[in-house]
């Protein structure tokens, strides 16, 4: 794990597009897993912008969202999918088809959806980044407590912490929903490459449980200690209950040191060499 405090949330945004650049830059048809929430907000509105500079093109690009609300009216202002085209999407090249969501039909049923994505991102090639944001419980994805290290993409019942966190964002006419479609735990492990984003004091716990604290069903983030290629970006704030921050922070200036002498480029960064499943 390769833990990168910045100083700042819009500092989190610009370093997580430099790495989403150098994706983009090093395999143009890449695979992105893609999160909503607040935390990724600036990260997208950084990458529309380099898009509209003609920096980036998403022309080729496969995305898959990690969740999807499950009973949503059509349209709905809350779904993940209005939230991507909002942010992202809609201010960029990437091509229609190429965009995928958990999402149930009307008349299926959502047992199904599971499978079936699972399916569509093996067929993409699998992914080859994965962007999570942290929920202050520790989950990623809608992968509360306790869901299994595992686990697939399936339909999950919110807990109480994520249906308080997400009232805060509702309407008085709107309905809060309390079941979604999400990515397993399983599933994102399966990733290339992951990019946990966090900003502000109110995940310094939930950060510092993925990072430091024991790998646990009970923190689901914690699982990401057992991947091979995983980037931590925080803020200072959301980086303040980590014990070794400093330690971290040596550890970033030593690897700038050999990038400056060796190259720094996506082609120079192992990060982006080919992973052993890219050699199947
Ligand atoms: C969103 C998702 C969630 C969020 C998490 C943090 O697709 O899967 O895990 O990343 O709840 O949300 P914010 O960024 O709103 O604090």
Redesign the pocket.
Known sequence: MEVMIVSSSDEVAQVAADILRDMLLHKPACVLGL??????IALYGELVHRYQQGEISLREVQTF???EYLGLQPKSRLS?RRFMSEHLFAHTDIEADNIHFPECAAEQDPRTVGPGYEWAISNAGGIDLQV????ANG????NEPSSSLGSRTRVKALAPR?LQ?NSKLLRDDETQPEMAI?MGIGTIMDARRILLLATGEH?AAAVAGAVEGAISAMHPASVLQAHQRVRVIVDEAAASQLQLREYYQWVRRKNDSIASQHGGSADDDPWFHKTVEDLD
Request: hydrophobic share 25%; proline share 5%.
């Open positions: 999160a909503t929430g607040s935390t990724p969202n990690l969740d993940y999570l944001g942290i929920g989950h990623i994805g809608f994520t966190d999400t995940k």
